[in-house]
């Protein structure tokens, strides 16, 4: 158990040591991240070996606190290490020569430590808690830059949305607790019936919110404002992926009508996001909408009632994407930190070993055998075939294929064309190193699948050629339609949605975010306008007071006002001391308590 | 109901010393009040600020050794229990941090130790209504809070601080005028003044249903809930800072953990009460967040988030008498909430008032600038901080009572909430100015919340342990 806690420890003690040796903080986050990959190998190791461990660490009571090593659980854990280390070992190129080094350091392995958390988490309270931390790690990490225009706002619009969704897990947190009576992961997993329902629905809310799946994903194209690094540990193996580890863990709790609703919306998501990347014109915001598309397949295979494809599909995809963004990291250091597709026009050419990778590892996410996406999408492909709801399920998942062939030929095609001779990167060593072996795990990543699935006991879903051939040839299909074509023009009238990510009606913004600020500067008008309504009518108050003096006196508003004018030589200020304001106030809790009065009455006497 | 009586057999005067032996740490308080006071007659302020401090100390470890004990003194009039025990050392050392932080406030002015006086005698009307076992108890210690906050808002003698000074003031005695009023309806119904003769409330007449919610409306003022918290935003802002931070700690809980007390001897088929309290709890918690949503000043910001924190406090008010958990949640709820909230106004007083005094803090001042995000997300309820805990139990404990859709309005409140501190928060790391000057016990106390607030996070367990 003390090796599986060092995934956790090692990127923690990384966190606080960066805050008091601040000069060496690349240094530290590396070994950080570092003792975690060794930690979650071994324990994947010796859990192959047959081991199975759970460590009850004291917490609320009767809800101690747990750490579980299982098969799932260590396979996650390996993912979140291996994917962590080297987004970090690439990380200490990237910052080469830029500031902020301490906080960008210390966030991160905060950030991988909550992750891991998260993965090997036991019980439900500490998962609530690793899961808020992610958030509020995000919320740092995407808010890095916050001098530069509109960072801070997409900051806090990522946090907000996830956060809106997070109430799910709450609550079905508290269903399942009260259900079962503990918070222990795998025994609330039981609940069944209506309780199950619900708490599967909850569940899937709130990993819609962290997944960006439609209609929360609008956050995950501005989250692009963070630095790069950040994109490629959050879209892979971190914040994003948080959504899809809950699905996948909880997969034993759902029910069937649960799974068709979520077999759908991540069909809808792969379809709306994948749309969505062919019209971006910068290649960060590319890769975004591309995430969300590709959790959705995720969730399209929890849906159809095969977790392990999804597992698949998210190892598959954290080495692939990770690359992917690691590639567009050096470009964009290329082409002077623009990340415009416009910018980075031939910068491939100027690029050649990295943009090899970077062919990699998006003909992997393609599905172009042998490479490893080629073996995650087949088996949700054949998953969707086989499910119940296949009627839905198999067109999507075909779409989200063939639109992924589409926007990864269109990025390539981009980044070759034209002969632009890009300026040369500082800290390539670093960089190239994390990329390289990225990039190496998204070819050679599929052959270890099986041995995935052999070590969970859970067998990957039954390939027939048929759906094999169909899966190849959608993806086939698209890459070559999109190395043909503009992607502009292949959208005809869905170009303008698709570029504005289908925020229709206003989206979230509109439903929520914007009613509840005017309710608020109404709530505030409302408390200021007493004040500057009545500032007015006091004047008018104190001579008419002074007018009606002897019938006012033996009222209440008599003695305030005569309160008032002995404070008036107190203060020396009795213009504006407005003797009305206090009187309305007191008039509106007076209206308050008459209100309990008259409810209490009612329900004590009980007419 | 209330504890048993331990009945010594032994004469009058004997009960009578070990009535006084249980209510020792009250003693020390008032003893601390008029020690300090003596000091500053003696026109030795300097003396009165460490004579306070160490006092109000000692009257907190007195409490220790009482721990435990379930009973009452003075035929049942004041309860010795976990709520009025906890109250005691919960905001006995919260006094001593605003005590401190009032310090450069204060230091050197006319009457400088008159200000330790009245915390303590305030802090003394917030135990008093911690333990209340009578509602003459209720009475005394409103008013004994208020009579000693009033001069405190208005201690700067300025035009904001009088106007502030007079507006609570005004409220205040309309207030306690209407409780008193009321509750000689409720000892006209019930015939006594005792809160655990409540149940003979149970069918009566119309009078002493109004006697209880006169009880609510002077209480509700002092814990600020809506619609009894007009005076608050205007005091906060117009005092002294470390006022604020005390009026809206201190005098607060004292007040929610009364309205716990009645809560505990409702009658039984007493309905409708739980839903008044769901009611003022759903409004405070509404309406506080919402206000803040657009202030531009800090204190009268924190001033509505105390008003939305006293909603939360009320959903475990909410379900004592329905579940196990109610009062520890209210009493680990109350030791994180002092701890954040006493910090979060110890680096307004560092930063300044305004929104835009905070404008790169995060870089000028980086380790108060951190504390202070701990505060806000502490307020917010993000683990594993003292504020996560105490929401969590109390959501837990409304939920257990049957009351989840309250608990469901709380965890809607607290997404909001955050959207309020993260202003805060995202204007400290804006462009940097000049670092604000940091006194010395402003700093301490600063790093003290910080302790109490991680720390009440992580030992949860142990704190439950004790309470339960």
């Known amino acids: 158990m003390t090796i599986a806690a060092l995934t956790i420890l090692g990127p923690l003690a990384a966190a606080a040591l960066i805050l008091v040796l601040r000069r060496v903080a690349p240094a530290l986050a590396v070994a950080g991240t570092g003792v975690s990959l060794a930690g979650a190998l071994l324990t994947l190791v010796r859990v192959a070996g047959g081991a199975r461990y759970e460590a009850v660490l004291p917490g609320l009571p009767e809800m101690p606190l747990r750490l579980v090593v299982e098969p799932l659980t260590a396979v996650l854990a390996a993912l979140v290490a291996v994917v962590s280390f080297f987004v970090m070992v690439y990380a200490v190129g990237y910052t080469t020569g830029e500031g902020g080094k301490v906080r960008f350091f210390s966030v991160m392995s905060l950030f991988a430590a909550a992750m891991q958390t998260l993965v090997i988490a036991g019980d439900w309270v500490l998962l609530l808690a690793a899961w808020e931390v992610i958030g509020f790690a995000s919320f740092l990490l995407i808010g890095f830059d916050f001098e530069r225009a509109g960072v801070g706002r997409a900051a806090l619009r990522a946090f907000l949305y996830t956060r809106s969704a997070d109430l799910g897990l709450y609550v079905a947190i508290f269903v399942l607790i009260s259900r079962t009576g503990t918070s222990e992961v795998s025994a609330t997993l039981g609940a069944g019936g209506a309780a199950a329902v619900a708490a599967g629905l909850l569940l899937l809310l709130a990993a819609m919110g962290k997944s960006a799946q439609t209609p929360f994903h609008g956050w995950l194209l501005d989250a692009m404002a963070g630095p790069t690094p950040v994109s490629a540990l959050l879209h892979s193996a971190t914040l994003v992926a948080a959504g899809a580890v809950l699905l996948i863990r909880a997969f034993p709790l759902l029910p069937p009508t649960v799974l068709v609703v979520a077999g759908v919306a991540g069909g809808l998501t792969a379809l709306v996001t994948g749309l969505t990347a062919l019209a971006q014109r910068d290649l960060k915001r590319l890769l975004a909408a591309s995430t969300a598309s590709q959790y959705g397949l995720m969730l399209l295979a929890v849906g159809a009632g095969s977790p392990v494809a999804a597992l698949f599909h998210l190892l598959a995809h954290a080495a692939t994407k990770s690359s992917l963004f690691l590639g567009a990291g050096v470009f964009q250091h290329a082409a002077a930190g623009s990340t415009d597709l416009a910018d980075l026009e031939g910068v491939g050419r100027a690029h050649r070993r990295v943009f090899l990778a970077f062919v990699v590892a998006g003909l992997a996410l393609v599905g172009v055998p042998p490479l490893s996406g080629f073996f995650s999408k087949d088996a949700i492909l054949a998953a969707s075939f086989a499910s119940p709801a296949a009627w839905i399920l198999a067109p999507l998942a075909l779409a989200g294929t063939l639109l992924t062939g589409l926007y990864v030929a269109r990025a390539l095609r981009l980044l070759w064309r034209g002969t632009e001779e890009a300026g040369s990167v500082a800290g390539i060593g670093w960089m190239g190193a994390g990329l390289a072996v990225l990039a190496a795990l998204s070819a050679t990543l599929g052959l270890a699948l099986p041995l995935v699935a052999d070590l969970l006991g859970a067998p990957a879903p039954e390939e027939t050629l048929l759906v094999g051939a169909a899966g190849l040839v959608a993806a086939l299909v698209g890459l070559a339609l999109g190395w043909r074509i503009p992607g502009f023009r292949l959208l005809g009238p869905l170009l303008g949605p698709s570029e504005r990510g289908f925020r229709t009606g206003g989206g979230f913004d509109g439903l929520v975010a914007r009613p509840a600020l005017s309710a608020a500067r109404a709530l505030d008008l409302f408390d200021r306008g007493v004040h500057a309504v009545v500032f007015g009518v006091a004047r008018a108050g104190l001579a008419l007071a002074s007018a009606s003096r002897v019938a006012d006196e033996r009222g209440l508003d008599g003695v305030i006002r005569a309160l008032v004018r002995g404070a008036r030589s107190l203060g020396g200020r009795a213009r504006r001391l407005q003797s009305g304001l206090v009187h309305r106030e007191l008039l509106l809790a007076a209206a308050g308590g008459a209100l309990i009065l008259v409810f209490l009455a009612v329900g004590v006497i009980g007419l | ?468």
Not at chain 2, 385 to 394: A, D, E, I, R, W
Request: charged share 10%; proline share 5%.
């Open chain 2, 1 to 468: 109901m209330n504890g048993m009586q331990d009945m010594p057999q032994g004469g009058g005067g004997m009960q009578m010393a070990q009535d006084l032996a249980l209510l020792a740490p009250e003693i020390a308080v008032l003893l601390t009040a008029v020690g300090a006071l003596v000091f500053e007659m003696l026109r030795l302020p300097k003396v009165s600020l460490p004579f306070t401090v160490i006092g109000l100390l000692v009257a907190a470890g007195l409490t220790v050794p009482l721990l435990g004990t379930e009973t009452t003194v003075f035929s049942e009039t004041f309860r010795v229990d976990a709520l009025s025990e906890w109250a005691k050392l919960v905001l006995l050392p919260a006094t001593v941090l605003c005590v401190v932080l009032s310090y450069p406030e204060v230091k050197d002015t006319d009457r400088e130790g008159t200000v330790y006086v009245l915390f303590s005698m305030t802090a003394l009307g917030a135990l008093v209504l911690a333990g209340a076992g009578d509602v003459m108890f209720l009475v005394i210690g409103v008013l004994l809070s208020s009579v000693g906050s009033f001069p405190l808002v208005a201690y700067p003698r300025d035009d904001r601080a009088t106007e502030a000074g007079m507006k609570y003031f005004v409220f205040g005695s309309v207030a306690l005028a209407v409780m008193i009023f009321g509750i000689t309806y409720w000892f006209g119904a019930t015939g006594s003044t005792l809160i655990s003769d409540l149940p003979r409330l149970s069918g009566a007449p119309l009078a002493a249903v109004f006697g209880l919610v006169a009880a609510l409306v002077g209480l509700g003022y002092k814990a600020s809930l809506v619609p009894f918290h007009f005076w608050a935003p205007d005091a906060y802002d117009g005092g002294p800072v470390s006022v604020a931070a005390f009026l809206s700690v201190v005098p607060k809980t004292g007040a929610i953990f009364a309205i716990a007390q009645i809560a505990r001897d409702l009658p039984a088929g007493a309905s409708g009460w739980p839903l008044a309290v769901a009611a003022l709890a759903v409004l405070s918690m509404t309406y506080g967040n919402l206000a803040a949503l657009v202030q531009e000043n800090v204190v009268r910001l924190l001033a509505y988030s105390a008003i939305a924190q006293s909603g939360y406090f009320l959903l475990g008010v909410v379900a004592v008498g329905e579940s196990g958990l109610a009062v520890s949640s209210l009493v680990v709820f109350a030791a994180a909430y002092a701890a954040m909230n006493i910090g979060a106004f110890a680096v307004v007083a560092l930063a300044g008032r305004d929104l835009r005094d905070f404008a790169g803090l995060g870089r000028s001042r980086p380790a108060a600038g951190a504390a202070m995000v701990v505060f806000l997300i502490s307020l917010v309820g993000i683990p594993p901080l003292g504020g996560f805990v105490g929401k969590f139990l109390l959501f837990g404990a409304a939920i257990d009572a049957g009351f989840a859709w309250l608990a469901i309005v709380g965890i809607l409140n607290s997404v909001v909430s955050l959207a309020v501190y993260l202003r805060i928060v995202v204007s400290m790391y804006g462009r940097a100015k000049e670092a604000p000057v940091s006194p010395r016990p402003v700093a301490a106390v600063w790093v003290t919340a910080l302790v109490f607030t991680v720390g009440v996070g992580l030992a949860a367990q142990v704190l439950l342990g004790r309470v339960a």
